[in-house]
């Protein structure tokens, strides 16, 4: 082996070789790390302060809440509000619940986007692009703008005057989960146009020899969407679902307004303080003021409990979250 | 050119065509059923009455009545309204402007970015739905907001500079607008998960030998960021703004959204939530619009 001689050099003797600029540098790379170190840290600690503090208010006795000694850690540690709070929400009903519907309803969601998004990013039919701007359109147009006519056409509910002949009146289908179903084949769940559109984004990136390849061999169109497509379309479509599951999970607005007779944790938590009132009117027998304190611990035991399947979920799966979006390459 | 591929390969054209509506039906059906139809019924309503009976509901004919109550007997309308669009203005530009910033630093190569990254995503995946309402929801937590707020107005991290500006003679209307959303940057960044992933996306794909190129050259940091970086991802501002607007209308502690459900399911007016809604709704697409428009003239486009 032959020995390399390399005149080892100190950090001072090459600054001063490069007039000053090493040591500028090295100080500047020191001092922007610290900075980023600080503003992340802050900007971190911002995001995760309201669910730490939540956790830390959950174990705490009713004592420890008036306490001013007590800042995060609980001195009377306890469990109770978990109980409490699992009782008022009716908690395991409504995780069953939830997680049926959820789960339903993101694959339904998922099965139906796909095939709509493969539909707009592998053939050419006449008005695509009109087509594609509706899509938009249902991106764009909040729910709010159509439920209070949604509000009244479930209420009053017919498939072009059949069920009328039949019966005589119309259905109603508020409170129950059909009518979201029903949206949900239709593409016109929370969020469609955004999955149809990650889907299609992510379809239309593919090339096109594969399919090519297919066609040249036989294979229908439907069967190279199902053995072929469908397996590279994997991780968007992992993804989508993800998303799909979990805001459902969390969503209030159409749960409220069509799931409103079903108990699911998400309805229940924005309900939590009056029924705790309800509740402990119903076991002491009188009217009571809760505390505002009380109620405070209950909701952020509630809310922990709703969002922590949510949260572990996230850990789990983070990649699949993330890195779909950036990989579908969202451009105009 | 084109006529000649056309006319041999019709069958195959002609079966892909009919595949692809076959594809695209689901939407079709679902946006016929449940939107075209709630949506003119919708626009109708809003210049009706609308009488409920039993097992039928009678829309009766009353011009622009519904559009005339909201603006001037309503009391509370007019001025949501404003409040809440001058709200989304102001918000989405510090949404954008915080993500874009946001974003630049973490594609930097540092220890423990996956781990900031993912705090960073955490609120898109939490704070949809009902989560963003819950706390103002209810009396009691309103009364206990308001506690706080009072016992802790000496301690805004904005209040020393507030105090300077205002002694000195500077401090007008517009600081203190940058005030308010310096203070509710908690609000800010919880709503730019998703803006600072679809930046981050872009920024992954400007080649590093450019900066290297433009390092070489004498070129700044700063100076690249706005000559390299800025023009590269400049049609994600678009994206972006979009989302965030569309966002904002969708929030469900949108005061004005919480005015239109209350007209609608508490007062049982349907009519006049619906010209509520639509007025709302055609100045958020205006506005929409636009914008779009003028930042589509400034986005650079690099094919």
Sequence with gaps: MTKIKIKKESFWERNKKSEGYLLKKKLTSIFVSVARFILLFGLCFLILQPILNK?????????????????????????????????????????????????????LQIAVCTLVGYGFARFKFPLKGLWFAMVMLTIIIPPQVISNSLYLHFRFFDFFGIIKLITGNTLNLRGLPVPYYLMSAGCMGLKNGLYIYMIRQFFRNIPNDMEEAAYVDGCGMFRTFVRIMLPEAKPIITSCFLFAFVWQWTDGFYSNMFLGTTTLVSTSISRIVDSLAAYMQRILGAKVSISVAQSNAVLSTGTLMVVGPVIILYLFAQRQFVESISSSGIKM | MNKKPKHRYVGLEKRKAVAGYIFILPFIIGFALFMVKPFLQSLYMSFTTVELGAGKFNMVWSGLANYYYAFRTDPEYTRLLTEELLRMLIYSVAIIVFSFFVSIILNQKFHGRALVRAVFFLPVILSSGVMLGLESNNSVIALMQQQVEDATTGISITDGLQTILRTTGVGVKAFEKVFEVIDNIYDVALASGMQIIIFLSGLQTIPKSMYEAADIEGCTAWESLWKITFPSISSLFLVNWIYTVVDFCMRSDNELVEKLQKVMIQQQDYGASSAMTWIYFLIVIAFVGITSLLINKAVYYND
């Design chain 1, 55 to 107: 956790i830390s208010v959950s174990f705490m006795e009713e004592q420890d809440l008036y306490n001013p000694i007590v800042v995060s850690i609980p001195v009377h540690f306890t469990t109770s509000n978990y109980e409490l709070a699992a009782e008022i929400m009716n908690y395991s009903k409504g995780f069953v619940n939830s997680l049926i519907i959820s789960l339903t309803i993101a694959v």
